[in-house]
Nanobody, 122 residues
Framework: QVQLVESGGGLVQAGGSLRLSCAASGRSFSSSAMEWFRQAPGKEREFVAALTWSGGRTYYTDSVKGRFTISRDNAKNTVYLQMNSLKPEDTAVYYC???????????????WGKGTLVTVSS
């Protein structure tokens, strides 16, 4: 079993920054992809960013490229999402997810955290 716990959400003004963390426990992640999704009010959950645990490859949705960075700390089994130049449209609940391989589809993820709320004020 895998447990994913997100932290770091909060309220920030437009143009500001936040760093989300996802602490993973319960199994080895050497062959897994760690990903971030988000769900804005009234909208479907969407892919944000992904990182392959073993190869360290990263993937981003177009709307966050150049502003968000996904990274990892192997020793802590933790994945981060550094979010800069935040916009009001980034407001959402951000979820950490783990899957056996990279996919931008939430259906491919095997494990989910409970989410952390990010609110960006204008």
């Amino acid at each position: 079993q895998v447990q994913l716990v997100e932290s770091g959400g909060g309220l920030v003004q437009a143009g500001g920054s936040l760093r989300l963390s996802c602490a993973a426990s319960g199994r080895s992640f050497s062959s897994s992809a760690m990903e971030w999704f988000r769900q804005a009010p009234g909208k479907e959950r969407e892919f944000v960013a992904a990182l392959t645990w073993s190869g360290g490859r990263t993937y981003y949705t177009d709307s966050v490229k150049g502003r968000f960075t996904i990274s990892r700390d192997n020793a802590k089994n933790t994945v981060y999402l550094q979010m800069n130049s935040l916009k009001p449209e980034d407001t959402a609940v951000y979820y950490c997810a783990a899957g056996r391989y990279y996919s931008s589809s939430q259906g491919a993820m095997n494990y989910w955290g409970k989410g952390t709320l990010v609110t960006v004020s204008s």
